[in-house]
């Protein structure tokens, strides 16, 4: 008996054992990984490497005017600072346009001036000029009908005649859009900005040609010389960002700073500059000039996605062609310009891809505040000086006169980089240092940007 169960016994064992091992081998040979969701995983953590804990910023923070002019009774005024912008950028933003109208050829090229700057407006003026796609990212754009046009400055007429018309306009292009406002408040913008104008600085006009002019501070400007620490970004987490594949990717130490490579792309910090530089040949570039309106957008997010707002920056120029947007590190209101690209973050694209990206691998983090006032030429006498610089050769190169810094890193210290008040001039399409003495002059003949 005893004999007969422990058989029994044996055989349910061995029973159990031989399913288990065929519902195992079964298990084994029908099993599929769920790559697609461990793919999935991966891009989403490529995508959300961040470089700083900076937020996200939208195209209405990053694209701002560079200044407002008021122009009342044959005199002009100008506002720079960015709080007594932002506060009449609200009131247009509460705004909504329609009914664009494209009213170019009513307007004569000997009164294009006139028409931009007469008595009674007021000039909203960008850096650059942009898609109208663009505008809808910043404004109530309620003309779906409106596209394929750049514009670079709102003008808004003061007088109670033109009351619920604003215009759009395309200094270079002599373009000119009449459209329609609601929400609109005449006598709001006249109280508080118009019959107000004499509380902003003067400005005087610089004649180009017949149909550009240029308004430049007239009074004696004093600025600041500003001096800060700066915090150094950590090149990995570039790495983890611009790279699809990160963990293929070599480290390499060079004479004056690091490169990083995975047999395709390519990242290269230059320690001396504190400049990050990357480059992928294999992104393609087929697209043709104006086909792409949002570029600028697309690259406001492709900053966003890791983080690289780490300072101030606004949108400052964007080359539809070379497919290359600009945006330039902003101090107290200011520009700020250098000659090896250390105050610009610029996305260059090919079709759908980054084929270059610069920018600086560091962050101004504490202000000196041993800052010292500095005294600089008037409006006037840069315009005069303008004739003995030695890359001047033609007035109508002259695109821009404005007040701004020059970056320039400390020899003795590593950490710390000064803002040095100066005058620059847009000329050609390159930023210049205006200066006064020879020896002021910088290398690479003054060249301050996009070349």
């Avoid at 962050?363 to 005069?384: C, H, M, W, Y």
Wanted: proline share 4%; aromatic share 14%.
């Amino acid at each position: 008996m005893n004999g007969m169960t422990y058989e029994k016994i044996k055989t349910i064992i061995l029973t159990v054992l031989v399913l288990t091992s065929i519902v195992l081998t079964g298990a084994l040979w029908t099993y599929q990984p769920k790559y697609d969701f461990m793919e999935n995983v991966d891009s989403d953590y490529i995508q959300n490497v961040s470089v700083s804990s900076n937020t996200q910023v939208d195209a209405g923070i990053i694209i701002r005017p560079s200044k407002i002019l008021i122009h009342k009774d044959g005199k002009h005024y100008g506002i720079v600072q960015e709080t007594e912008m932002n506060k009449l950028m609200k009131q247009v933003k509460k705004w909504s346009f329609d009914e664009f109208e494209n009213i170019s050829s009513t307007v004569s090229k000997k009164d294009f001036l006139s028409f931009l700057h007469g008595k009674g407006k007021i000039e909203i003026i960008y850096p650059d000029d942009f898609p109208i796609e663009m505008y809808h990212y910043i404004f109530k754009i309620e003309d779906e009908g409106i596209q394929g046009v750049n514009f670079d400055r709102i003008v808004i007429p003061v007088e109670k005649e033109k009351e619920g018309i604003v215009y759009f306009v395309c200094m270079k292009d002599r373009k000119i859009y009449k459209a329609t406002v609601n929400n609109f408040s005449l006598q709001e913008i006249q109280n508080t900005y118009y019959y107000q104008a004499e509380k902003y600085p003067r400005y005087f006009v610089y004649d180009i040609d017949v149909t550009k002019s240029l308004f430049i501070p007239e009074g004696p400007i004093t600025m600041n010389r500003l001096q800060y620490y700066t915090d150094e970004l950590d090149p990995d987490k570039f790495k983890q960002a611009l790279f699809s594949n990160p963990s293929f990717v070599k480290q390499d130490l060079l004479t004056n700073g690091e490169e990083y490579t995975d047999g395709s792309s390519l990242m290269k910090i230059n320690s001396m500059h504190k400049i990050l530089s990357y480059v992928n040949p294999a992104a393609q570039r087929t697209l043709i000039q104006g086909q792409d309106p949002f570029l600028i957008q697309k690259s406001i997010d492709f900053v966003n996605e890791h983080g690289g707002w780490t300072d101030t920056y606004h949108f400052a120029e964007w080359d539809e062609k070379k497919r290359k947007v600009v945006f330039r590190l902003v101090k107290n209101s200011y520009p700020v310009f250098n000659a090896f690209g250390m105050s610009e973050v610029v996305p260059e694209w090919g079709d759908s891809e980054i084929i270059n990206y610069s920018r600086p691998i560091f962050r101004l983090e504490i202000a000196d505040r041993t800052n010292v006032s500095v005294q600089l030429p008037s409006g006037r006498e840069v315009v005069k000086q303008l004739k003995n610089m030695r890359w001047f050769e033609k007035k109508e190169l002259v695109y821009d006169i404005v007040l701004g810094y020059e970056l320039i890193r400390d020899s003795q210290r590593d950490k710390i980089v000064v803002l040095e008040p100066a005058w620059f001039c847009l000329y050609d399409g390159t930023w210049r240092k205006i200066v006064f003495k020879e020896n002021e002059e910088i290398k690479r003949g003054d060249v301050i940007g996009l070349e």
